[in-house]
């Protein structure tokens, strides 16, 4: 049988042949997930299946009264340790695919109950897989390396409301092995400084509203060549009829100087809480660029569960 539905049975099955268990829990410390999302664009295509956990530095309560499930970290203040790993099968158009790729990311969030200070950083690293194109000369070899870096800091400026100033740097390096030729790596970095902020507002009639709001201007330097700066200005929102369901929709603008990456991202997106400790989310990625051949869509489907 397939590893990953052998994986994803006994996440459901461990959350749901004991509810008893499950729903005696007043409170959590942990979340652990196991997700498959599949990307699409003109040339690339990638099925990837991951795992991801987060451990809280306070308990949380599980069956919160007055706000959604999904929200109780922000709501409570509690920082948190995250990482998290994939596994990269993709597909280039007109190529073989010689190595899968894998991706993997760090995150920890200092913020406590009683203050207002945010602190976060993180780290992520990706490596595509190998891709062979023949040649008559023989034959191409390619792949891309990337790490990125990420810090935040913020404030809780109500109860329900943060601000943070963020930033981050991503570096991309792509390496080609042509037969017989001294083919050099290609460089690129993006750096990235905005602002974002979230809010949660909860109505009388037990329904509430959580928006996100960023604003960023990326800078795009690459080998010999002019560095390209861009502004992203996003906004999402996440309507919760109930304390247990969320429906989330959001838009990205991008505009500048980077005609590539230039394009409006739109998002769908649902998380449905089965019990106070399992959920499953469904989440869909579009971008319609500027320039021709360049749109792509994703899809994510995750289970987690809560202890």
């Known amino acids: 049988m397939n590893p990953r539905i052998v994986a994803a049975s006994s996440l459901v099955v461990a959350a749901l042949s004991s509810p008893c268990a499950a729903l005696a829990q007043d409170t959590y410390q942990a979340e652990a997930g196991l997700s498959y999302s599949r990307f699409k664009s003109d040339s690339f295509r990638s099925s990837d299946a ?108 109500g109860a329900a409301t943060a601000l943070s100033v963020d930033w981050s740097k991503a570096k991309s390096r792509t390496a080609v092995n042509v037969p017989n030729t001294n083919q050099p790596d290609t460089n690129n970095t993006f750096t990235s400084v905005g602002l974002s902020g979230q809010h949660l507002a909860r109505f009388a009639g037990g329904d509430s509203l959580a928006i996100d709001a960023t604003i960023a201007r990326i800078t795009h330097d690459s080998d010999n060549a002019a560095s390209e700066t861009n502004w992203d200005i996003g906004l999402r929102a996440t309507y919760y009829p109930t304390r247990m369901f969320g429906l989330s929709a959001g838009m990205v603008f991008d505009n500048g100087d980077d005609h590539l990456v230039e394009g409006k991202t739109y998002d769908v997106g649902a998380r449905i809480f089965i019990t106070p400790a399992f959920s499953v989310s469904l989440d869909y990625r579009k971008f319609k660029a500027k320039t021709p051949d360049n749109d792509f869509s994703a899809i994510a489907l995750r289970g987690a569960l809560r202890f």
């Open 50 to 157: 991951g795992a991801d956990g987060t451990w809280f530095f306070q308990r949380l309560p599980s069956r919160p009264t007055d706000y959604p499930l999904e929200q109780a970290a922000f709501v409570e203040r509690s920082g948190s340790l995250s990482a998290n790993y994939s596994r990269l099968s993709p597909e280039l158009t007109n190529a073989e695919t010689v190595k899968k790729g894998s991706a993997y990311g760090v995150d920890v969030d200092f913020r406590r109950a009683g203050s207002p200070l945010i602190l976060r950083a993180g780290y992520d690293s990706t490596d595509s897989g190998r891709f062979a194109t023949p040649l008559a000369s023989g034959g191409t070899e390619t792949e891309v390396q990337a790490k990125a870096y990420q810090a935040s800091i913020g404030a809780y400026t």
